[in-house]
């Protein structure tokens, strides 16, 4: 893996995202992409490769030069014969309706997850996930734009995003053809919303193996991939975090915190965001953790957007955050792998991040933690349990 710069590691000039690089575990093969560039080719390449059948799931779908490839190499599989079936999100579907009736003209289906306003409304598709030939997934927190693949010196985002090759793809298949089945009806007015989708999420069983697919839902607790993680987080000795955004419910919060007490807990949060206010909630956080022992990080060099936690031998990574959004709302999906070979590579990963960082040590956080700044952190935190994007007036 690269090591991180030598020089001014806060400028995104300076700091160069690790290689791709791969692991083999419990009979599958998962190869990571810390690097935007790499990520877009691995992806067109994925759905290029494809010969009976292509998969996507998408929050956000942008109409720039990236969105634009992935929705062209969409359609050139829909016109050699591939079936093609692409799901957005309505609140995270930039690009528009018209930009995706090219795929529907060469034999593609194109659906909107959660089209009407409504109970639904607040519910996002927070998955990005794309299936190919059913033997092959690339998931984790990249969307399909322009910012998610450019470097950090063109304004890119951090980010991870993994191809998995093994039987853990079986499961993807499955939830995929859930949703689907739950998208057509939803739009033809067959089912009842909410409910419907909560018990998907709350039967869903993603086995016990060593590699599983966890997924989550509105109000749903037991099952739901934060359910695993906290047991995991009970009797964990060590944590390693990377989340862009940062508001676990309480009582997740004290499990942290006792993990700090008995062994160690590294976060890293975002330092630069286009949402500013996910820095002061994460922020108004940050003191009962650095009480504990838990070591802070601020990510400098670029925006951050990664979701990845690492807790013992465990492995997550998928599309949720670190917030109440991800916990109680959003569907949302983490594969988790136990592997410690995996989960040290990780860490070597999280390292290189921690050398671009800004540590909160408990004086620069008594500095910053001010009155005014405290009632403002507090303000973001309420306005970010409606959605970030509410918050976003106040962006830089």
């Not at 998931?139 to 980010?159: E, L």
């Not at 009842?192 to 999420?201: A, E, N, P, S």
Request: glycine fraction near 6%; hydrophobic fraction near 45%.
């Amino acid at each position: 893996m690269a090591t991180a710069p030598a020089e001014s590691p806060d400028s995104a000039s300076d700091y160069c995202d690790p290689e791709p690089f791969s692991v083999t575990a419990a009979g599958h093969e998962f190869t990571l992409f810390p690097h935007g560039e790499d990520r877009l080719k691995a992806l067109l390449s994925l759905i290029e490769s494809a010969r009976t059948r292509v998969t996507a799931f998408y929050y956000l779908f942008d109409s720039d030069i990236s969105g634009t490839m992935v929705r062209d190499a969409l359609i050139a599989a829909a016109r050699r014969g591939v079936q093609v079936e692409l799901i957005v999100d309505a609140f995270g579907n930039d690009a528009g309706a018209d930009f995706f009736e090219p795929l529907v003209e060469a034999g593609g289906k194109f659906a909107v997850f959660s089209p009407e306003w409504g109970t639904r409304y607040f519910v996002r598709n927070h998955q990005k996930f794309v299936i190919v030939d059913e033997t092959r997934v690339m998931t984790g927190g990249a969307n399909v734009s322009d910012h998610y693949f450019a470097t950090p010196a063109d304004n890119g985002w951090c980010d991870l995003s993994v191809l998995i090759k093994g039987p853990v793809v079986e499961q993807f298949v499955r939830w995929a053809g859930l949703l689907s089945s739950w998208v057509t009806n939803a739009a033809e007015g067959r089912t009842r919303y909410l409910r419907r989708l909560r018990d998907i999420v709350k039967q869903w069983d993603g086995g016990d193996g060593a590699v599983r697919l966890l997924v989550g839902g509105p109000l749903v607790r037991k099952g739901h991939w934060a359910w695993v993680f906290r047991q995991d987080l009970v009797k964990a000795k060590r944590l390693d975090t990377v989340s862009a955004y940062f508001s676990p419910p309480r009582s997740y919060r004290r499990l942290i915190r006792r993990v700090a007490t008995r062994g160690q807990v590294r976060l890293i949060m975002a330092g630069k965001s286009d949402i500013s206010a996910a820095i002061d909630m994460a922020r108004l956080l940050y003191r009962k953790l650095l009480s504990a022992g838990a070591r802070i990080y601020e990510f400098q060099p670029c925006k951050l957007h990664m979701k990845l936690l690492v807790v013992d031998d465990a492995s997550y990574v998928g599309s949720a955050n670190l917030d109440k959004r991800s916990f109680r709302i959003n569907v949302e999906l983490m594969v988790r792998i136990e592997d410690a070979a995996l989960a040290a590579k990780l860490r070597e990963l999280i390292d290189h991040m921690e050398a671009a960082s800004e540590e909160m040590t408990r004086e620069r956080y008594a500095r910053e933690a001010t009155w005014f700044n405290r009632v403002r952190w507090q303000l973001a935190y309420w306005m970010s349990l409606a959605d970030y994007r509410v918050s976003k007036l106040g962006a830089r």
